[in-house]
């Protein structure tokens, strides 16, 4: 007699249905498991003897032959316990609700006290399938909080292999999980009123958060540059539900959710210190686990003193910037994973940090500037939509107890302008400015023969690249947005244009 049981198999963001089939026979009594399942997924036939003799089971003296398909997709770690262990009961218990298994998805770690043990993947493996023809899923207890966070689907959290049994056989009717409501998290810990002056670099700081203008901050030491890049994350538009579960999908296969913290439902911040490894920032050896810029999905990764980063590991995030993903390729198997993150980061302009500042000499010599700025490609500093210079503030500004604008209201004016380019690109598969490709810049960033006339002129005396004069297009739109206005107009540009300085930069 032949059963089949419906299971997963993930490599890591890639979902696959595993289909399950039993078989028993009269041979010598004994469990195989057969097609790619590895050392622990084999193991799990003595882990199901034990639960099944701690819960009274009686196996009959027959051989139950396991097979896990599809054969091309290797299954490993003890996920398939559970799964493994109703296709054996599905054989030998005749009263089991066929129509409920045949709806549902089994994922689940067994123990040997024959209790349900949490899992990873609760998140994507729902999202995945309930796309699919599965009305059911049971999770265990202790992932049932992260599981009550998604719509449409009904999601049963299981306690013990006891309580499944009573289930399948209709013994007891599950209770699906509730449906929480997803709230954003947006505390407060450094607002901007409480940073004095610097009200041109604020403006600048509010226009990289109206949609994932990365940003570079550069000047001497003591000049709140590091302060000014984490109070970005405090006016940043609020995650939409569809990012929140995204972004808490790549923190689930990472086992960087728990009881306390079930979903991500804040702005990732992600700080990289600069002994960092270009393994570290990309991808997790042979395994294919995401890391850095996939774990700032959905908004911040901060490099803080840019150039003591090894060149190397900048270099990789060239095409993850540019891409908005990342793909990591081993001869096994190959993985994609989001990457939209926005890169901030400060540096000082050399290496005894007074490279033109205007109150401490600079102490290296010409060749020791070059060398050090120099760390940083200049196909990389094209990527930065705004160059930023972070000047010091006079102790009497810095003490000063006027009122400044703070970060709700500053935040305000962000949500404006990503309502409005989230309405402009509803027809499109891109959300905000910074996506658009030299296509849409024709269609939605239309440029008077005035605008044209400037943007020709800074191009010769900047030198700028292709790349950075759609860059400074781009960034014009989102001020544009900031301003409500339809079209892009001379300020907009110069603006833009300003933004784009390199004059702490020495280019030859």
């Not at 500037?369 to 990527?383: G, H, N, V």
């Not at 269609?443 to 023969?449: A, F, N, V």
């Not at 206005?485 to 001379?490: A, D, L, V």
Request: net charge positive; glycine share 0%; with cysteine.
């Amino acid at each position: 007699m032949i059963s089949k049981v419906f299971s997963v198999a993930n490599i890591w963001l890639d979902s696959f249905l595993v289909t399950v089939e039993a078989d028993s026979n009269k041979s010598l009594p004994t469990i195989e498991i057969v097609w790619l399942a590895d050392i622990s997924v084999k193991e799990a036939k003595e882990r199901i003897r034990t639960a099944f003799k701690n819960l009274w089971i009686v196996l009959p003296p027959r051989k139950f032959i396991i097979n896990l398909s599809p054969s091309n997709i290797k299954k490993s770690w003890n996920r398939y316990d559970l799964p493994i262990a109703i296709w054996i009961l599905n054989l030998i218990l005749d009263n089991i609700d066929k129509n409920l298994l045949n709806n549902s998805i089994f994922v689940w770690e067994l123990g040997l006290d024959w209790e349900i043990k949490p899992i990873q993947w609760v998140i994507p493996v729902i999202l995945e399938w309930k796309r699919k023809w599965f009305k059911y899923f049971f999770v265990p207890y202790d992932n049932y909080k992260e599981a009550s966070y998604i719509k449409w689907v009904d999601v049963f959290s299981i306690k013990n292999l006891s309580e499944i049994i009573k289930i399948l056989t209709n013994q007891i009717t599950p209770v699906p999980i509730a449906y929480e409501n997803i709230e954003y998290k947006n505390d407060y810990e450094i607002d901007f009123s409480d940073i004095k002056w610097n009200f041109l670099q604020k403006r600048a700081l509010m226009v990289s958060a109206s949609w994932m203008h990365n940003i570079l901050m550069i000047w001497p030491p003591w000049s709140w540059k590091t302060m000014l890049a984490k109070a970005i994350k405090w006016i940043l538009p609020p995650m939409d539900e569809e990012e929140i579960l995204e972004t808490s999908m790549i923190y689930s296969i990472k086992w960087l959710l728990d009881k306390e913290l079930p979903i991500i439902n804040f702005r990732p911040f992600r700080t990289v210190h600069h002994t960092a490894s270009s393994i570290s920032i990309i991808w997790w050896w042979s395994w294919l686990q995401p890391w850095e810029i996939s774990l700032s999905n959905n908004w911040i990764l901060f490099f803080d003193e840019l150039p003591e980063f090894p060149r190397q590991v900048l270099e990789v995030l060239r095409q993850p910037l540019e891409d908005k993903k990342i793909t990591i390729s081993r001869a096994s198997w190959s993985t994609t994973y989001p990457a939209k993150f926005m890169f901030v980061a400060t540096m000082n302009p050399c290496k005894c940090w007074y490279y033109q500042d205007p109150e401490k000499p600079c102490k290296c010599s010409l060749n020791e500037i070059k060398k050090y700025q120099w760390r940083i490609s200049w196909p990389l500093l094209d990527r930065f939509d705004i160059l930023l210079e972070v000047p010091r503030q006079k102790i009497e500004k810095i003490l000063s107890t006027n009122k400044e604008e703070t970060s709700n209201c500053i935040r305000k004016k962000v949500v404006n302008a990503w309502k409005i380019q989230r309405n402009r690109y509803k027809n499109e598969k891109i959300n905000f400015n910074s996506q658009l490709d030299a296509k849409l810049i024709n269609k939605y960033c239309k440029l008077s023969e005035d605008v044209k006339d400037i943007l020709k002129q800074a191009t010769e005396r900047m030198s700028l690249s292709a790349r950075a004069i759609h860059r400074v297009i781009r960034l014009s739109r989102t001020l544009a947005d900031l301003d409500s206005s339809e079209n892009i107009t001379k300020q907009h540009i110069l603006e833009a244009l300003q933004y784009r300085s390199k004059n702490m930069f020495i280019e030859e």
